[in-house]
């Protein structure tokens, strides 16, 4: 079992958790260390870590990296992120990261100076400007504060698979990619491989997701095939075939469609223990999925969707039921599964994230209840 933690949102030493903002509200990586022992209590055997590199301001949740070789002073430094890695293994946990290589914030150095020097500048191939010099360029979907990077580019693949062999070298056992579905698929194989000759129980898994995705951004995403590129304009993205798409690519991909699945049931008002009919959508689910070396990571909820509780109007035993499931097809696949913070004491949220709000994300990121366990 994973456990995924939002560095942040956390443990920063509250007692009573802070009210919600937009800012960083205090959660360290000493603080995930002081808690180590209670993550193990759960069963976890890993603990993913939300991004730790410098973020810009108000940055808090660690996806807009500023500097891939400075941890974000909110969180700590190196050593503090060797420690937590020290004492995990201690434990016989092992760490995973998130890793953002398909963007930056504006303010990343290397962006500004593309921005600025233009031709003159090394690190203007780094990212997609248009060919006549007007600084127009390609952005993480509709984030505009977000610069895509050029990972077809050799110099900015090398810098950031260099950037993983440094976390591995300082003991991460893991990667989960953001946002995958936009990295060329040559960038992903090869950060697998190098990762794999340095430690070769390293996994790389990806969020592949299609939710939210609008046809006019399908030009940033990768797509195996120029056959399913136009299978996905005509019908759309269908998240089963995306996640498919990455067999021999990376080690596995978050099994969104196992969530949807299992969702599906709860909006038919169908209880999940002992339900046959599920039961058979999910072996059909696992059976696509033969290969030993890509394995889908089974999670019921995280930091870009509704708390799996929402979809069950507040009943505890219909999420006592979800993990139940989680577990028997972890085990029966042999597969791991991931328990995003919060969900053992029953965190969730009244209101969708889904709408379109602004900040509707920050619903599902409040700071970690220190309360009795529930579930």
């Given at each position: 079992m994973i456990y995924q933690i939002l560095i942040d949102r956390?443990?920063?030493?509250?007692?009573?958790p802070p009210q919600n903002d937009i800012t960083f509200l205090g959660g360290t990586l000493n603080g995930i260390t002081d808690k180590l022992d209670y993550i193990q209590s759960l069963g976890a055997t890993a603990i993913w870590l939300s991004p730790f590199f410098a973020n810009a301001e108000n940055g808090y949740h660690g996806y807009h990296t500023v500097d891939y070789e400075r941890i974000d002073p909110h969180f700590g430094t190196w050593?503090?992120?060797?420690?937590?890695?020290?004492?995990a293994h201690a434990k016989n946990m092992k760490v995973i990261a998130d890793f953002v290589p398909n963007h930056c914030h504006i303010n990343h150095p290397f962006f500004q100076d593309a921005l600025k020097r233009r031709k003159a500048s090394p690190y203007r191939n780094w990212f997609y400007f248009q060919p006549d010099y007007s600084n127009k360029y390609v952005y993480f979907l509709q984030y505009r504060d977000l610069a895509k990077f050029?990972?077809?580019?050799?110099?900015?693949?090398?810098?950031?698979?260099?950037?993983?062999e440094r976390l591995s070298k300082a003991g991460i056992d893991g990667f989960r990619i953001d946002h995958a579905a936009g990295i060329p698929m040559a960038f992903l194989r090869?950060?697998?491989?190098?990762?794999?000759?340095?430690?070769?129980?390293?996994?790389?898994?990806?969020?592949?997701?299609?939710f939210g995705v609008a046809r006019k951004y399908y030009h940033t995403l990768r797509?195996?095939?120029?056959?399913?590129?136009?299978?996905?304009?005509?019908?759309?993205?269908?998240?089963?075939?995306?996640?498919?798409?990455?067999?021999?690519v990376m080690d596995g991909v978050l099994d969104f469609q196992f969530r949807n699945?299992?969702?599906e049931e709860l909006k038919a008002g169908n209880r999940l223990r002992n339900n046959e009919r599920l039961e058979r959508k999910l072996k059909a689910h696992f059976d696509r999925y033969p290969s030993p070396d890509f394995k889908p990571y089974l999670f019921l909820d995280n930091h870009d969707t509704n708390r799996f509780l929402f979809y069950c109007h507040e009943d505890h035993t219909l999420l006592e039921e979800a993990i139940e499931v989680m577990?028997?097809?972890?085990?029966?696949?042999?597969?791991?599964?991931?328990?995003?913070?919060?969900?053992?004491?029953?965190?969730?949220?009244?209101q969708t994230i889904e709408n379109a709000e602004p900040y509707a994300d920050m619903r599902v990121r409040e700071p970690m209840k220190w309360e009795k366990r529930r579930v």
């Open positions: 956390f443990n920063g030493g509250w007692a009573t050593k503090d992120l060797e420690n937590l890695i020290d004492k050029n990972l077809e580019n050799k110099a900015t693949a090398e810098y950031m698979i260099q950037v993983g090869s950060f697998r491989d190098r990762m794999h000759a340095l430690n070769p129980e390293c996994r790389v898994f990806g969020e592949v997701w299609g797509f195996k095939s120029p056959w399913h590129k136009l299978f996905y304009w005509i019908v759309g993205l269908k998240q089963e075939c995306l996640q498919l798409d990455y067999d021999g699945i299992l969702i577990k028997q097809c972890a085990q029966e696949y042999g597969l791991e599964y991931i328990i995003y913070y919060g969900t053992e004491c029953a965190m969730t949220n009244r």
